[in-house]
C-alpha cells in the first residue's frame, strides 16, 4: 500500500516574503524548475507569484506543479471587545474575495489563515516575547466565534477549509493556545494547520505530542526543523522573530532535532491524506537553497515510503 499524501514546498527558501533581501535576485522560474527537478508536486504561494489565478496555473503548469495554497493574512482578532464582532468578519470576508478566487481557480482545497492582528512576526527589532495574546474569558470565545463565522463563509462561497497556522510573534503560539483554540472553535468549520517548527519554537519540545493531541483536525501540514540551540539562544536573549530567522533557527527535515518519523507516523495513523509542505526560513546565501530543498524532500519521501510500505 501506499499513504496517500504529496509532498510540495515553500518558495521560502528561495525567496523570503517576511525578508525580500533574501533570495530577492532569484526567479521564480529557478525556484519552480529545480522545485520540480527535485521531485516536488507542488508549491505554495509567494511574493514573486502571478496574482492573476489564470496566469498562476498558467505558470505552475509549465512545470507540471500543483498550487498548494496560500498564505492570507487575516485580522480577525482586531477589537474583540468591539460591541459589533460581525463587522470584523464581514470586512475578511470582503478583503479576502481576489485571493480566494485565485486559490479555488487553481484546486486548492485549504487556505492558510495567518492571524496578523498585533502580529510582531515581521518586526526585526521587536522581540516575540512582546507578541499580542488574547486575555480573558470573552476574548477567546469572541475571537472563536469570528473564526467559525470566516471559516463557515470559506467552506460555503469557495470550497476552501480555514487551516489555522500557529505562529511565533502572533497570538496564538505556545502549545497551550493551540489547545484552547481547538477547544473553541467548531472542528467542521475551523481546522489545523499544524507546524513542527513553530511547535517546537513556541514551546512543544515534542511537537508530536501537541499533534496527537488535535490531528484529527489537522488540514494542512508545514515540515520545518529546528536548530535547538539556535532557539534557545533567541529564547533567552529575547530575540525577534526575524533575527531567529537570520540566526539559524529553522532548516528542512532531516538537518535538525525533530522526530519526523514520530510526526508522520501519527498524521499516518490518524489517516491524513493533505500535504506535506517543506518550509524553512533560511538564507540562501548560508544554507543554498536546491540542496536544501533535496535534502528535506529525500527525509520526508522516505519516511512516506516506509510507512506505506509498513501499512
Known amino acids: 500500500m501506499t499513504w496517500n499524501v504529496r509532498i510540495g514546498i ?23 524548475a529545480e522545485g520540480r527537478a527535485i521531485g516536488y508536486a507542488g508549491f505554495e504561494l509567494g511574493n514573486k507569484f502571478p496574482s492573476d489565478p489564470a496566469e498562476l496555473k498558467e505558470r505552475l503548469g509549465r512545470f507540471g506543479l500543483a498550487c498548494v495554497s496560500g498564505w492570507y493574512s487575516g485580522f480577525l482578532a482586531e477589537a474583540l471587545d468591539a460591541p459589533d464582532g460581525d463587522a470584523a468578519v464581514e470586512r475578511e470576508v470582503q478583503r479576502c474575495v481576489a485571493h480566494m478566487r485565485k486559490l479555488r481557480h487553481n484546486g486548492c482545497e485549504v487556505v492558510v489563515y495567518g492571524e496578523c492582528a498585533g502580529t510582531v512576526q515581521g518586526r526585526m527589532d521587536t522581540p516575540v516575547s512582546r507578541r499580542p495574546q488574547l486575555r480573558g474569558e470573552p476574548a477567546w470565545r469572541e475571537y472563536a466565534r469570528r473564526l467559525d463565522a470566516f471559516g463557515q463563509h ?64 489537522v488540514a494542512h501540514v508545514h515540515c520545518k526543523d529546528v536548530r535547538p540551540q539556535v532557539v534557545a539562544k533567541a529564547r533567552n536573549e529575547s530575540w525577534s522573530f526575524l533575527r531567529g530567522v537570520l540566526a539559524g533557527t529553522f532548516t528542512v527535515p532531516g538537518d535538525g532535532a525533530i522526530d519526523f518519523a514520530a510526526v508522520l507516523r ?9 500535504w506535506l509542505v517543506v518550509e524553512a526560513e533560511q538564507d540562501p546565501a548560508v544554507a543554498p537553497s536546491e540542496p536544501y530543498a533535496r535534502k528535506g524532500f529525500e527525509t ?9 510500505a509498513g501499512a
Not at 11 to 16: D, K, Q, S
Not at 184 to 190: I, Q, S
Not at 300 to 307: M, N, P, S, T
Request: with cysteine.
Open 266 to 274: 501519527t498524521l499516518s495513523g490518524a489517516g491524513y491524506t493533505g
Open 10 to 32: 515553500n518558495p521560502i527558501g528561495w525567496m523570503n516574503d517576511d525578508l525580500p533581501s533574501l533570495g530577492g535576485d532569484t526567479p521564480l522560474d529557478t525556484a519552480l
Open 300 to 308: 520526508l519521501r522516505a519516511l512516506v515510503d516506509e510507512l506505506g
Open 154 to 217: 470559506l467552506l460555503q462561497a469557495y470550497g476552501l477549509r480555514l487551516a489555522y497556522h500557529h505562529h511565533m510573534g502572533a497570538c496564538v503560539e505556545s502549545p497551550q493556545d493551540v489547545d484552547r483554540l481547538m477547544e473553541l472553535t467548531d472542528p467542521g468549520k475551523v481546522f489545523l494547520l499544524f507546524d513542527t517548527g513553530h511547535a517546537y519554537f513556541g514551546g512543544a519540545a515534542r511537537p508530536e505530542e501537541l499533534l496527537r493531541r488535535h490531528v484529527h483536525r
